[in-house]
T-cell receptor, first 109, second 117 residues
């Protein structure tokens, strides 16, 4: 089976940096994805890591350590519009993506 | 190039009625996934279809739920004799036919929110 753990809630100040962690257990692993979902909206893809290390895309970065079964999403220069839920998801090849329960990020002034 | 289209966006049913949720993939996409999301919960996989074939239905409840993706037309998730516990957001996600599943990127629709009274 597959399972993912991520914090349920995180609060951070506008302009700050926040890190959302994700640990996973899976039989077979291809990569770790991150998705953003605003209330009432569709999940939207942010990043995918198949190899160890840091991937940077603008203000967002994602990290993976395959040996530790661990990854994180790093959001810099937080903006109010970043308030949303963030989901990590495990890809195991031709099986459907398995999602964590999500981390609700609240950005405060 | 329209994205993944789902309808209806909101659906209200009374217990015992049927719900039909439709998903039209992006152009060129022939892989369809249905996920269910309960309030404050993650996305739970239900079923994976390609044109005219169910590939993986391991997440589908054994009764009352069915899905299809005909040669022509949208994919349909059908819930018969709905109960209050079926109230949730149902998301469709699609992939291109020629793309592998190894990029971790699914293209989601806006979802259909089912409320059972």
């Amino acid at each position: 089976g597959q399972s993912l753990e991520q914090p349920s809630e995180v609060t951070a100040v506008e302009g700050a940096i926040v890190q959302i962690n994700c640990t996973y257990q899976t039989s077979g692993f291809y990569g770790l994805s991150w998705y953003q979902q605003h209330d009432g909206g569709a999940p939207t893809f942010l990043s995918y890591n198949a190899l160890d290390g840091l991937e940077e895309t603008g203000r967002f970065s994602s990290f993976l350590s395959r040996s530790d079964s661990y990854g994180y999403l790093l959001l810099q220069e937080l903006q109010m519009k970043d308030s949303a839920s963030y989901f990590c998801a495990v890809s195991s090849g031709n099986t459907p993506l398995v999602f964590g329960k999500g981390t609700r990020l609240s950005v405060i002034a | 190039n329209a994205g993944v289209m789902q309808n209806p966006r909101h659906l209200v049913r009374r217990r015992g009625q049927e719900a039909r949720l439709r998903c039209s993939p992006m152009k060129g996409h022939s892989h369809v996934y249905w996920y269910r999301q309960l309030p404050e919960e993650g996305l739970k996989f239900m079923v994976y279809l390609q044109k005219e074939n169910i590939i993986d239905e391991s997440g589908m409840p054994k009764e009352r739920f069915s899905a299809e993706f005909p040669k022509e037309g949208p994919s349909i998730l059908r819930i018969q004799q709905v109960v209050r516990g079926d109230s949730a957001a149902y998301f469709c996600a699609t992939l291109p036919g020629t793309s592998g599943h190894n990029t971790g990127e699914l293209f989601f629709g806006e979802g259909s929110r089912l409320t059972v009274l």
